[in-house]
Protein backbone atom coordinates (compact mmCIF):
# COMPACT_ATOMS: atom_id res chain seq x y z
CA UNK A 1 0.00 0.00 0.00
CA UNK A 2 2.83 2.16 0.57
CA UNK A 3 4.63 1.73 -2.72
CA UNK A 4 0.80 2.46 -4.42
CA UNK A 5 0.96 6.36 -2.25
CA UNK A 6 4.54 7.21 -2.77
CA UNK A 7 3.88 6.38 -6.71
CA UNK A 8 0.71 8.15 -6.43
CA UNK A 9 2.89 11.14 -4.48
CA UNK A 10 5.59 11.04 -7.36
CA UNK A 11 2.60 11.24 -10.22
CA UNK A 12 1.22 14.20 -8.49
CA UNK A 13 3.67 16.58 -10.11
CA UNK A 14 3.54 14.83 -13.54
CA UNK A 15 0.35 15.74 -13.28
CA UNK A 16 0.61 19.23 -12.73
CA UNK A 17 3.17 19.80 -15.35
CA UNK A 18 0.80 18.04 -17.77
CA UNK A 19 -2.55 20.29 -16.75
CA UNK A 20 -0.24 23.42 -17.05
CA UNK A 21 1.48 22.00 -20.85
CA UNK A 22 -2.52 21.48 -21.40
CA UNK A 23 -3.19 24.90 -20.54
CA UNK A 24 -0.72 26.52 -22.25
CA UNK A 25 -1.06 24.70 -25.13
CA UNK A 26 -4.71 25.97 -25.43
CA UNK A 27 -7.05 22.91 -24.93
CA UNK A 28 -7.04 19.18 -25.62
CA UNK A 29 -8.55 19.97 -29.04
CA UNK A 30 -4.82 21.15 -29.96
CA UNK A 31 -3.39 18.23 -29.15
CA UNK A 32 -2.23 16.27 -31.85
CA UNK A 33 -4.44 13.04 -32.79
CA UNK A 34 -1.45 11.04 -32.88
CA UNK A 35 -0.27 12.34 -29.66
CA UNK A 36 -3.85 11.34 -28.21
CA UNK A 37 -3.82 7.76 -29.35
CA UNK A 38 -0.17 7.54 -27.93
CA UNK A 39 -1.62 8.59 -24.40
CA UNK A 40 -4.69 5.89 -24.45
CA UNK A 41 -2.16 3.31 -25.62
CA UNK A 42 -0.05 4.32 -22.72
CA UNK A 43 -2.89 4.14 -20.52
CA UNK A 44 -4.22 1.16 -22.38
CA UNK A 45 -1.13 -0.55 -21.11
CA UNK A 46 -0.87 0.97 -17.41
CA UNK A 47 -4.57 -0.66 -17.07
CA UNK A 48 -2.88 -4.36 -17.27
CA UNK A 49 0.28 -3.22 -15.87
CA UNK A 50 -1.53 -1.99 -12.32
CA UNK A 51 -3.45 -5.02 -12.21
CA UNK A 52 -0.53 -7.29 -13.22
CA UNK A 53 2.12 -5.68 -10.35
CA UNK A 54 -1.23 -6.19 -8.09
CA UNK A 55 -1.64 -10.20 -9.04
CA UNK A 56 2.42 -10.44 -9.07
CA UNK A 57 2.14 -9.01 -5.24
CA UNK A 58 -1.09 -11.15 -4.53
CA UNK A 59 0.31 -14.20 -6.16
CA UNK A 60 3.76 -13.94 -4.38
CA UNK A 61 2.54 -13.34 -1.03
CA UNK A 62 -0.03 -16.57 -1.41
CA UNK A 63 2.55 -18.78 -2.43
CA UNK A 64 4.86 -17.81 0.09
CA UNK A 65 2.40 -18.70 2.65
CA UNK A 66 1.63 -21.96 0.77
CA UNK A 67 5.17 -23.54 0.52
CA UNK A 68 5.43 -22.68 4.62
CA UNK A 69 2.25 -24.17 5.45
CA UNK A 70 3.65 -27.32 3.28
CA UNK A 71 7.06 -27.54 5.10
CA UNK A 72 4.58 -26.90 8.93
CA UNK A 73 2.42 -30.32 6.83
CA UNK A 74 5.94 -32.40 6.20
CA UNK A 75 7.47 -31.34 9.38
CA UNK A 76 4.55 -32.66 11.41
CA UNK A 77 4.07 -36.20 9.01
CA UNK A 78 0.87 -34.40 7.70
CA UNK A 79 -0.32 -34.83 3.97
CA UNK A 80 0.52 -31.39 2.27
CA UNK A 81 -2.94 -30.23 0.70
CA UNK A 82 -2.86 -29.82 -2.57
CA UNK A 83 -5.53 -26.82 -2.63
CA UNK A 84 -3.14 -24.48 -1.37
CA UNK A 85 -2.15 -23.46 -5.39
CA UNK A 86 -5.46 -22.78 -5.50
CA UNK A 87 -5.06 -20.27 -2.48
CA UNK A 88 -1.83 -18.75 -4.55
CA UNK A 89 -3.24 -18.75 -7.99
CA UNK A 90 -6.26 -16.77 -7.00
CA UNK A 91 -4.76 -13.10 -7.39
CA UNK A 92 -3.99 -13.85 -11.05
CA UNK A 93 -7.27 -13.23 -12.66
CA UNK A 94 -7.02 -9.64 -12.01
CA UNK A 95 -4.29 -9.60 -14.38
CA UNK A 96 -7.01 -11.02 -17.10
CA UNK A 97 -9.17 -8.26 -16.19
CA UNK A 98 -6.93 -5.81 -16.68
CA UNK A 99 -6.22 -7.15 -19.93
CA UNK A 100 -10.10 -7.09 -21.03
CA UNK A 101 -9.83 -3.50 -19.97
CA UNK A 102 -6.50 -2.58 -21.98
CA UNK A 103 -8.09 -4.39 -25.37
CA UNK A 104 -11.54 -1.72 -24.70
CA UNK A 105 -9.25 1.74 -23.99
CA UNK A 106 -7.29 0.73 -27.26
CA UNK A 107 -10.54 0.66 -28.93
CA UNK A 108 -11.01 4.19 -27.70
CA UNK A 109 -7.54 5.42 -29.76
CA UNK A 110 -9.29 3.84 -33.07
CA UNK A 111 -11.99 6.50 -32.82
CA UNK A 112 -9.73 9.45 -32.09
CA UNK A 113 -10.14 12.49 -34.89
CA UNK A 114 -11.24 15.96 -34.56
CA UNK A 115 -15.29 15.38 -33.54
CA UNK A 116 -13.81 13.29 -30.82
CA UNK A 117 -10.49 15.55 -29.79
CA UNK A 118 -10.20 15.35 -25.89
CA UNK A 119 -11.73 11.72 -25.56
CA UNK A 120 -8.03 10.50 -24.85
CA UNK A 121 -8.18 11.76 -21.23
CA UNK A 122 -11.37 9.65 -20.26
CA UNK A 123 -10.08 6.76 -21.82
CA UNK A 124 -6.64 7.80 -20.37
CA UNK A 125 -8.07 8.14 -16.54
CA UNK A 126 -10.73 4.99 -16.71
CA UNK A 127 -7.05 2.91 -18.03
CA UNK A 128 -5.25 4.20 -15.12
CA UNK A 129 -7.87 3.94 -12.64
CA UNK A 130 -9.06 0.82 -13.57
CA UNK A 131 -5.69 -0.91 -13.53
CA UNK A 132 -4.50 0.28 -10.07
CA UNK A 133 -8.13 -1.01 -8.58
CA UNK A 134 -7.50 -3.96 -9.67
CA UNK A 135 -4.08 -4.41 -9.41
CA UNK A 136 -4.77 -3.21 -4.99
CA UNK A 137 -7.51 -5.89 -5.31
CA UNK A 138 -5.66 -8.52 -6.79
CA UNK A 139 -2.88 -7.59 -3.50
CA UNK A 140 -5.09 -7.35 -0.96
CA UNK A 141 -6.74 -11.06 -1.89
CA UNK A 142 -3.03 -12.55 -2.29
CA UNK A 143 -3.01 -11.36 1.70
CA UNK A 144 -5.63 -12.74 2.23
CA UNK A 145 -5.02 -16.02 0.31
CA UNK A 146 -1.97 -16.52 2.02
CA UNK A 147 -4.09 -16.64 5.35
CA UNK A 148 -6.29 -18.74 3.88
CA UNK A 149 -3.44 -20.98 3.25
CA UNK A 150 -2.22 -21.39 6.71
CA UNK A 151 -5.70 -21.75 7.96
CA UNK A 152 -6.60 -24.92 5.92
CA UNK A 153 -2.77 -26.31 6.17
CA UNK A 154 -3.18 -26.23 9.66
CA UNK A 155 -7.30 -27.64 10.48
CA UNK A 156 -7.47 -28.47 6.77
CA UNK A 157 -11.28 -27.70 7.09
CA UNK A 158 -13.05 -24.67 5.47
CA UNK A 159 -11.69 -24.67 2.36
CA UNK A 160 -14.99 -23.59 0.43
CA UNK A 161 -15.53 -20.55 3.22
CA UNK A 162 -11.82 -19.47 2.76
CA UNK A 163 -12.69 -19.68 -1.40
CA UNK A 164 -15.84 -17.24 -0.64
CA UNK A 165 -13.68 -14.98 1.30
CA UNK A 166 -11.38 -14.73 -1.69
CA UNK A 167 -14.05 -14.03 -3.99
CA UNK A 168 -15.34 -11.30 -2.09
CA UNK A 169 -12.01 -9.54 -2.26
CA UNK A 170 -12.05 -9.89 -6.24
CA UNK A 171 -15.41 -8.59 -6.93
CA UNK A 172 -14.15 -5.15 -6.24
CA UNK A 173 -12.13 -6.18 -9.46
CA UNK A 174 -15.25 -7.56 -11.32
CA UNK A 175 -17.05 -4.23 -10.59
CA UNK A 176 -14.36 -2.52 -11.68
CA UNK A 177 -14.46 -4.15 -14.75
CA UNK A 178 -18.12 -4.46 -15.25
CA UNK A 179 -18.18 -0.04 -14.56
CA UNK A 180 -15.30 0.29 -16.70
CA UNK A 181 -16.78 -1.52 -20.09
CA UNK A 182 -20.10 0.26 -19.34
CA UNK A 183 -18.59 4.01 -19.02
CA UNK A 184 -16.18 3.26 -22.09
CA UNK A 185 -18.80 1.59 -24.12
CA UNK A 186 -21.48 4.66 -23.34
CA UNK A 187 -18.71 7.33 -24.09
Known amino acids: MSLLLETFANLTPVLAQAADAAQAAGNAADLPFFDQKALIYAAAFM ?23 WKKCYAQNKPAPFQLLIFAGAPLSQTIYGMIVMFIVMGGAANVGPETA ?60 AFSIVLLNSF
Open 47 to 69: SIGFAAIGSAYGCGSASCAAMGA
Open 118 to 177: GNWIVYSLVGILAGIAMGVSALWQGISAAAAADAFAETGKGFANQLMALGIVETVAIFVL
